[in-house]
Every structure is written in C-alpha cells, then in structure tokens.
C-alpha cells in the first residue's frame, strides 16, 4: 500500500497535470518558502525533470538576502523560467489598512499586474488549508474575477476530485496542488525527497523562521529546532500558530480576510 506521503504526492502531481492539460497560460506563484519549494519540486516530478510553464516571484524588494541567494541558485540549477514581478510601492496600497497587511498587499496588487501583463488564465500556488482560517474556505481550482476578487460564497462543488476547469472569459483560476497537506507532512516530504531548504527556517542562537515573508512584517520564533528532524519533533508538540511571526496576523481581525477577498495569497 503507497504511504501517506505518497497518496499526497500522488493527488497533488494529479492536480498540477490537470491544470497544464486544460488551463492555458498557466504560471506558478514560488514565494521560496517551504510549501512553494515543495510545490516546484512536485512539479518537477509532475513534468519529468522540467516546469513547463513560468515560476513567478512577487518581489516587494524586503525579502531576507537568504531567500534572494536561495532564488537565484535554485532557478539557474533547475533551469527555470523565472519571472520577477516588483510590487507597486506601499504609498499606493489602501491606506485604511493596518500598516503591516498595507505591506503585504504590495505581492496584491503585483499579482494584479503580472496577471494582466502576461494574460494568465491559471496561477499554481502552494497554499494549505491547515495554515490559516480563510484558507480553509479555499477549493483546489478557485476562480477569480476580472479584477483578481475571490467570493467564497461562489466557490464550485469539489466531489471525489472532479474538478470544474472551465470558467467565463475574463475568469482566472488558482490552482491549490497542496491544498491538502499540513504543515508536518510538507517536512516529512522534504526530509523524504532532500528538498532544498532556505536556511533561515534552522534555528541559530534560539531563533527560527517558520514562515518566510518580508523582513519588515516576519519575525523569527524561538526554537532550538536545528534540522529537519528536530523540526518535526517540535512541531509535533507545539500549539503555536505557523503564523505567528506574521505581524499582520496580529493586527485587525478582519485584514486577512479583506486582503484574500481582494486577491492576497
């Protein structure tokens, strides 16, 4: 009998060769994050050694320098076709947002504009529903509107993983490959396949990363958690939210939701 990671594995290449088959242009969101690194990898698997369609980075300029040296190896090693999109400057970003989801809507209104720009019919990206409370709304092929809005309450029925692929002109599609996985079984996956790690989520002196975002609204975490082992064990423990070094998490209840609505990650 496959194992559970595999059965994991085994859906989410199923999903990324339904997209490529019935969705076109199709692009990938890589944040260099875990989940993304883990996304691309599948995808790798899925094609037989090459993505055939272009990874998007959504740079705001505030990324650590680790994450920009892992971006830059990591697409000359596995021959990417990578495509860098700079997010408009926070000035333009809704001003009655808190400050930190202000910053976050940057990646917003750049995916806005890389949509535009490049026409995408479908975008891959790695979110999990385990990750945060408006993401378990999400469905595995998620349309948006012509202005990248998401209305949950007109999400399609997902039965027995069939999955509506055809939408109305001027709709785009996320696709969400890892949409059933946790945050566990993306560690026990990439200990399993050696997945290239930024080191940032290793602890040095009693801090770590568990999510990567920009340094501007990310803070590390304590932990002691220097491997990937060690990071499993301790997020077998833990009751701490994967968030919790986000600060627009901390902020106004509803600013995630209003981000998400309007098309944040």
């Known amino acids: 009998m496959p194992s559970h990671l595999d059965q994991l594995e085994a859906r989410s290449i199923y999903i990324l060769r339904e997209a490529f088959a019935c969705i076109e242009p199709l692009g990938m969101l890589w944040s260099i994050g875990k989940d993304s690194n883990a996304l691309l990898w599948l995808a790798r698997k899925a094609f037989f050694g090459r993505v055939p369609f272009p990874v998007i980075q959504l740079d705001t300029g505030m990324e650590l320098p680790e994450v920009y040296e892992f971006r830059d190896r990591i697409a000359r090693d596995w021959d990417l076709d990578l495509v860098i999109e700079q997010c408009p400057p926070e000035e333009e970003m809704d001003p009655t947002l808190p400050p930190a989801s202000r910053s976050a809507a940057r990646k917003t209104a750049g995916l806005k504009n890389v949509t535009e720009r490049l026409g995408f019919r479908g975008l891959i990206a790695g979110i999990r529903r385990d990750e945060q409370a408006t993401r378990a709304k999400e469905r595995v092929f998620s349309p948006r509107s012509s202005d990248n809005a998401w209305d949950v309450r007109e999400q399609p029925p997902e039965l027995w993983d069939q999955y509506k692929t055809e939408f109305p002109d001027g709709t785009h599609v996320r696709?969400?490959?890892?949409?059933?996985?946790?945050?566990?079984?993306?560690?026990?996956?990439?200990?399993?396949?050696?997945?290239?790690?930024?080191?940032?989520?290793?602890?040095?002196?009693?801090?770590?990363?568990?999510?990567?975002?920009?340094?501007?609204?990310?803070?590390?975490?304590?932990?002691?958690?220097?491997?990937?082992?060690?990071?499993?064990?301790?997020?077998?423990?833990?009751?701490?939210?994967?968030?919790?070094?986000?600060?627009?998490?901390?902020?106004?209840e509803d600013a995630f939701e209003r981000l998400r609505t309007s098309g944040y990650l």
């Not at 999510?211 to 932990?223: A, H, Q, R, Y």
């Open 175 to 252: 696709i969400h490959p890892l949409l059933h996985w946790t945050e566990l079984d993306i560690w026990r996956y990439s200990k399993r396949e050696d997945i290239p790690i930024v080191p940032l989520y290793f602890a040095r002196e009693g801090k770590r990363y568990r999510s990567l975002g920009e340094k501007n609204i990310t803070l590390p975490v304590d932990s002691t958690a220097s491997t990937i082992d060690e990071i499993i064990a301790e997020l077998s423990e833990t009751r701490t939210s994967e968030r919790a070094g986000r600060t627009m998490d901390h902020e106004a």
